[in-house]
């Protein structure tokens, strides 16, 4: 008994110690008593001792550092540089590791992990643990990447940047000791820079003008920053250099050469990041008091921003840790770290096609900000997506009180240009957070024109002045029955005495499309039910073999859709419900619900952001639904696989060829059937993308053809509005839609429609190219 205890402390004491010191590791750097420099020196110190029983652990830390913590870059570059200039074959080791680690990055399309990768690499050249020309070397290896043939221009971008971006930490030291060398890069950089294509530029740009603040091109952007850096003789001023510090101990170190390092070949299954526009609302005039703002070209800029970024990345889902982070940012004094902080967070918030992270994210960052530091951050006075995310940030910071701003400019204007229409939508959404007689209550009585509409049920059938309408004794009848719990077959027989407008068309069952059958029962249902979400979703359920069988045809779906916006059309976030649920329960299909949108009934509501809405939300289900019914084949064929696998692996298995094909039979009629339900899943996608295309193009060219013939001005509200709302659609689903580009652009995107509208189809084949 008294040897049990002991055992137990031998087993667990490894693993504490393993803990210990991933603690130690992830720590380092942060707020500390002691100096940042004597923390790394005691920290060599404790690991150099545990190299010979923790060696592989301690690297396998260090490795996940570097490519997850990247706004310590440079702490843990010192940190290597001690372990390195102690122990000269921990270092290799880590050379190499870090190699393989890069490797692994780019084979499965990590590119963002492989960029924090690169850098650190880089920098360990600083810390004298890599030697300058092996550096180059596979820096030039990057570079000849734009000289490939038939390789996507994203695949030459990406390697570009992830040499330029790491110049800032190692161009110094690699500029004096192979300065021909990197003149040779910078100038075929240069080269490729000038003959790359930015057709993708408009299409990724926030703002719709260039004034005040320039929107630039990534690599174009960053080239500029570069040349700067390199006329300043490779001074930089902001990246904290612990290693510095241990110059004497560093210096005297051996260095090791990186492993040959060839860029892996361009496969099919490569994606890599698409480019990116830069993001700019500040420059040094708009905090005059405080620290300058570096200029949009100073290398300065470029790193702070990569920080900044880094950190939210890596704190976003503790929002009170990451705004702890962002303000103790290091050398905050020297910066107006406000200005750099609020202008990060609206960068990712408006980043296309989407937000690294969910948008409710950076509200509740902005909220910690302020309560962190009240009154202190700057204000903040756009493409169509630009405005869809402030108006549901705005939403959300209204009801929280932090956004508080002047728009009575915005009563003087058509109430269709962006302005009013902007706060229309706020308003709109601040309703879902919040009741109609609170936001009346809230809203300045001359903003009562912007005021969002009473959210109530519009039901034909409630008034007797109405009595003369077709139906009318119907509906009556109908309400009786169905508060009387009437069955399917009941409402079936009263429905039967509603007339056909369609006479010509109904049969004998009286069950195809009646139109006015749809209206009687839909409007009276949604009237009885109009209590709550809850009591509609109950409604549809119940009564859902009656819409099916109503439904049945493609313009029953449609009737039944807009019989809901008759009903609900002062109640959006009902109306999205509602199709959201009926496409869930298949009384309609999402082609239905695409034409319903495009239709003429909707064209009022057009430009309004539910509808939006409720198209994307409609793609996305369609979307989910291939990609289940696929999972679904691959499962499938990965368990006949593994059967197959277990049968050749058993070298006494007797059986005979008819117990195989017993064995194998259902499954491979389960592959078959799957296999077909994934090619009509995949036929309905398409066909999904082509209904919106067609109806976009059509409503464009309508418009395009009456202002040419009119003489009116092709750039108004509504189109600037329907052009940037179908790049929207382009990005936001780019990876499905590029299944189907060569579709596209044989039927619909050909070289004889509008340049205005052709040009959009362009934008977003560059993205990828």
Known sequence: ?????????????????????????????????????????????????????????????????????????????????????????????????????????????????????????????????????????????????????????????????????????????????????????????????????????????????????????????????????????????????????????????????????????????????????????????????????????????????????????????????????????????????????????????????????????????????????????????????????????????????????????????????????????????????????????????????????????????GDESNRSLPGYTVALCLTIAIKNKASNDEIFSILKDVPNPNQDDDDGEGFTFNPLKIEVFVQTLLHLAAKSFSHSFSALAKFHEVFKTLAESDEGKLHVLRVVYEVWKNHPQMIAVLVDKMIRTQIVDCAAVANWIFSSELAHDFTRFYIWEILHSTIRKMNKHVLKIHKELEETKARLARQHKRRDSDDDDDDDDRSTDREDGPLEEQIERLQEKVESAQSEQKNLFLVIFQRFIMLLTEHLVRCETGGIDVFTPWYKSCIERLQQIFLQHHQIIQQYMVTLENLLFTAELDHHILAVFQQFCALQA
């Open 1 to 461: 008994m008294s040897g049990q205890p002991h055992k137990r402390r031998r087993t667990s004491e490894p693993s504490e110690i393993e803990e210990r010191l991933e603690s130690l590791i992830c720590r380092v750097g942060e707020k500390s008593n002691s100096s940042l420099e004597s923390n790394l020196e005691g920290l060599a110190g404790v690991l150099e001792a545990d190299l010979p029983n923790y060696k592989s652990k301690i690297l396998r830390i260090l490795c996940t550092v570097a490519r997850l913590l990247p706004e310590k870059l440079t702490v843990y570059t010192t940190l290597v540089g001690l372990l390195n200039a102690r122990n000269y074959n921990f270092g290799g080791e880590f050379v190499e590791a870090m190699i393989r680690q890069l490797k692994e990055c780019l084979k499965v399309n990590m590119y963002n992990e492989a960029v924090h990768l690169v850098r650190f690499l880089s920098d360990l050249v600083n810390c004298h643990v890599i030697a300058a020309p092996s550096m180059v070397a596979m820096f030039e290896n990057f570079v000849s990447v734009t000289q490939e043939e038939d390789v996507p221009q994203v695949r030459c971008d990406w390697y570009m940047f992830a040499f330029l971006s790491s110049l800032p930490w190692v161009g110094k030291e690699l500029y004096e000791k192979k300065d021909a060398e990197m003149d040779r890069l910078l100038s075929q950089t240069e080269s490729y820079l000038k003959r790359r294509q930015k057709i993708h530029v408009p299409m990724l740009q926030v703002w719709t003008a260039d004034k005040p603040h320039p929107q630039e091109e990534y690599l174009d952007c960053l080239w500029s920053q570069i040349q700067k850096l390199k006329k300043d003789r490779w001074q930089e001023r902001h990246i904290l250099r612990p290693y510095l510090a241990f110059d004497s101990v560093l210096c005297e170190a051996l260095q090791h050469n990186l492993p040959p390092f060839t860029p892996p070949p361009h496969t099919e299954d490569s994606v890599y990041p698409m480019p990116r526009v830069i993001f700019r609302m500040f420059d040094y005039t708009d905090d005059p008091e405080g620290p300058v703002m570096p200029g949009s070209h100073s290398v300065e800029r470029f790193v702070i921003e990569e920080n900044l970024h880094c950190i939210i990345k890596s704190h976003w889902k503790e929002r009170k840790t990451c705004a702890a982070q962002l303000l103790s940012y290091p050398g905050n004094n020297k910066i107006p770290l406000n200005y750099h902080i609020v202008e990060v967070i609206f960068a990712e918030l408006f980043q296309l096609p989407s937000p690294p992270h969910i948008e409710v994210m950076y509200t509740t960052l902005l909220i910690e900000l302020c309560k962190l530091q009240p009154g202190s951050l700057p204000q903040v006075r756009s493409s169509t997506e630009t405005k869809k995310r402030l108006k549901r940030l705005n939403a959300f910071a209204k009801s929280h009180c932090i956004l508080s701003f002047d728009r009575s400019d915005c009563l003087t204007q058509d109430l269709e240009k962006p302005k009013p229409k902007f706060v229309r939508e706020v308003l709109e959404k601040c309703m879902r957070l919040s009741y109609h007689q609170r936001i009346i209550d809230i809203v300045p009585a001359s903003f009562s024109v912007l005021s969002p509409a009473n959210p109530v049920c519009i039901y034909k059938y």
